[in-house]
């Protein structure tokens, strides 16, 4: 998928997302930031939705590693004193080693090419006992949301996600990364029907941009005559998975590790 050109243009207004939705994953996520100041990293942080949130809430330095120069363009205006915006990718992360106390990666797993590659640069760049907080969309097939009423189609792409999350669990097990724990988090997605189809017309969500052009045309004529007819609906909520690994301390055996 290619998050140049379009894609990038469509991000910030197809892809917003709520001040409250961004506060309800930093209330998510609390549970594993420590109070030490130490940095986090957002890994595949897009346009920085999330980047100056985790700055701010969590009073600590933020590093967004993005490998789309056109994201990362829009990214710099979450950028300040505490916030740097670099290119790199989860492969090739182009930070130090034990720089982090966590890494969060917000709907990127899947976009992951190399899981071996990906594991040992977060293996190494994370503190002992640093996390890595992942959040996405892994249970569409058990919950599935509004998008999946007008574009049926995408049920298909929800079991890559999947497969992606497993593999990059086998992965991170390999380097002593186990999982520590995974919630569902309700959020708010839009607030109204309107909003809601306003931002898919943009087709800013990468699934979106794999349909076929004439079955995503068909959702969304559906989608817009229904946000016509009753615009105030809302909000519209969904259901996302929050998946927190943990690197073994030095003290813990790494047998444990392979549970
Ligand atoms: C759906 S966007 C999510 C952006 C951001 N994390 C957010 O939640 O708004 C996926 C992002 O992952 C980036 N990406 C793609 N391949 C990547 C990789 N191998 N490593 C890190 N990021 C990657 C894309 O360029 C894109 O900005």
């Known amino acids: 998928m290619d998050f140049d050109g379009d894609l990038a243009r469509n991000y910030l207004d197809g892809r917003r997302l709520p001040a409250e939705t961004v506060s309800t994953w930093m209330r998510a996520m609390a549970a594993f930031v420590t109070a030490s100041g130490r940095p986090v990293l957002d890994l595949g942080a897009g346009t920085g939705r999330f980047t100056r949130a985790l700055a701010e809430h969590f009073s600590v330095p933020v590093v967004a590693v993005e490998p789309s120069a056109e994201m990362r363009e829009r990214a710099a205006s979450a950028a300040g004193p505490e916030v740097f915006v670099v290119g790199g990718q989860a492969e090739a992360i182009p930070c130090a080693a034990q720089a982090f106390q966590v890494i969060w990666a917000s709907q990127v797993v899947h976009h992951i090419k190399d899981f071996d590659r990906c594991a040992a640069e977060v293996r190494r760049v994370l503190i002992p ?122 003290t813990e055996r790494p047998d444990k590790a392979a549970q």
């Open 129 to 250: 006992g640093g996390r890595l907080v992942v959040r996405g969309a892994f249970h569409d097939a058990e919950r599935p949301t509004l998008f999946h009423t007008y574009f049926p189609e995408l049920a298909a792409f929800a079991e890559e996600r999947g497969q992606a999350l497993a593999g990059l669990t086998r992965a991170l097990r390999g380097v002593g990364l186990r999982p520590e724990h995974r919630d569902t988090v309700v959020q708010m997605s839009a607030p109204t029907l309107a909003d809601f189809a306003a931002q898919v017309a943009l087709r800013a969500h990468s699934p979106l941009r794999r349909l076929a052009d004439d079955r995503f045309a068909e959702g969304l004529k559906r989608l817009m005559r229904d946000a016509d007819r009753s615009p105030a609906t809302g909000p519209i909520t969904s259901t996302m998975d929050l998946v927190v690994f943990r690197t073994i301390r030095v």
